[in-house]
């Protein structure tokens, strides 16, 4: 069996093995501006594509639904209006690591051909209610859409995109790049670069690598674990310590949410590719293993490997920040229990020196202190509760402060030199974004074997775009040198919530922002 349809503008015939659109266009036809955030969820958009003039999501899409009909992909677009929505993407920094965007992007672009104006934010927030960004903190992708392209370019052209990549850089914690072309997608994933003839590894639900010719082969061989929501109620795993104190403070364990699963590829005696492509998904790959998989497959094989991590496996197995349970006095002592983790003791002294650190063993997920501001910003936003304080001073020098008002989020950040206003915007942004939903809606069941429950992109709590209020940024300027501030913001952003809600005891706190 077989199944034709128009893709870009070229008549295609793939085999008819059941498998979604998705599959056929990433893995038949080489179409890399679809990418795979959920695959087979349907919740994160990232794969959107045209059929027929509509968006659809491609992944929960079944390829033979679009016989004889025309699919359109980022790339084939209009090259003028293409190039257009890269200048706005640009221009404002709705785009960071890229891989959400060219599907976002896809989904405007069907938006802006139906007549809805740029001042339209209501309809905006509504079309993005489709798709998941966890970079931009969608304040400035609702920006890009209100931004004429000639604008856009003339603003980019003005800018040193070195320096932009520099701060990028800074504040992601890995190497990137800054450009038109990341918002479409071509930041190079690391399975966006893989040769046609790599294997795939996937996964089996018994913790073994399958090898297989294809993904769809590699998938049925795996057993893979289907992602759901589960129905059971949140806990928080660690006890508060008793004592008179101003303030507590209980988290729970939160999902990174970073959009592309860990992958890597590999041809034999070759260096693999890095799973951190484009940014460092906020810590949450510093530690991913699949290249040093890929590498002893290829080995194994005498063949490029391709090695994929579900989204199930990646928020399974991926690290979490370690949850904490404390209380702390008006003077700023007290105590703060916390998942033990290594180095944590040491981050929490550069920050909170009056907290005792207790180390406590919990069964569930592995922690990392290289997720955003781990470990730190708890013990200062609870001592900062405590004292009364509200600018938060990051280990690294960076110093953010931030209030709740009636018109949205203001933050006022200082962190040496901009180096580009723009990317050091769009990356506080998406710090007050992470932060609000930290406070307020994340939060992941895990039971009492430490196995994970909700393995799905929407039960994480991500806040959506509808649900984000504004941001304003105000940037301090400095001659000094450059250090991360959106980590400090991160920080400062949930210290404003907590307190303009009443400083709740336990996260998430399930209230609006300034409930």
Known sequence: ???????????????????????????????????????????????????????????????????????TTLDGMDPAERAGWAERFCATGASQCGFCTPGIIVRLAALEAKGVGPDDEAAVERSLAAHL?????????????????????TRNAGRDLDAAAQRATLEGGAAQHVGPEVALGRAGFADDTAPDDAL????????????????????????????????????????LPEGDWAATLRTTWVEPAYLEPDASWCAPGGEPASPLANGGAFGGKVASGVGAVARRLADEHGRPVRVLSTRED???????????????????????????????????????????????????????????????????????????????????????????????????????????????RSYCIGAAHMALGWVTSEGLVVDGSGEVHDLTIRSFGVLRAADTP???????????????????????????VWRAQGLPGSWPTGRAVSA
Do not use: Y
């Open 1 to 71: 069996m077989s199944c034709s349809f128009s893709v870009d503008g070229v008549d295609v015939t793939v085999d008819d093995d059941g498998g979604s659109l998705l599959d056929a266009l990433r893995d038949h036809l080489g179409k890399r501006a679809p990418k795979d955030g959920c695959s087979p969820q349907g919740q994160c958009g990232c794969c959107t594509v045209l059929v027929d003039g509509a968006p659809r999501v491609a992944c929960v899409t079944p390829a033979r639904r679009v016989a004889g009909r025309r699919v």
């Open 133 to 153: 960004c966890r970079c931009t903190g969608w304040r400035t992708i609702v920006e890009a859409f209100a931004l004429g392209a000639d604008e856009a370019a």
């Open 200 to 239: 795939v590894a996937l996964r089996s639900v018994d913790g073994d690598w399958v090898v297989a010719e294809s993904l769809a082969e590699a998938r049925a061989r795996s057993g893979k674990r289907q992602g759901r929501r589960t129905t059971e109620a949140l806990a928080h795993p660690i006890a």
């Open 314 to 424: 990646t928020v399974r197995l991926g690290p979490k920040r370690p949850p904490v349970a404390g209380g702390a006095d008006a003077s700023g002592h007290g105590v703060l229990r916390v998942a033990r983790t290594p180095g944590v003791e040491e981050a929490v002294a550069r920050v909170a020196p009056g907290l005792r650190v207790e180390a406590v063993d919990v069964v569930g997920p592995r922690t990392s202190l290289a997720l955003r501001a781990a470990g730190w910003a708890e013990a200062a936003v609870l001592v900062a509760a405590a004292t009364g304080a509200s600018e938060i001073v990051a280990p690294g020098g960076g110093v953010a402060e931030a209030e709740v008002g009636p018109d949205g989020l203001r933050v006022r950040v200082r962190c040496g030199d901009p180096l580009d206003e723009v990317v050091l």
């Open 470 to 496: 504004p941001v304003a940024v105000d940037i301090e300027p400095s001659s000094s040198a450059p250090v991360n501030g959106s980590d400090a913001v991160f920080a400062a952003v949930a210290l404003a």
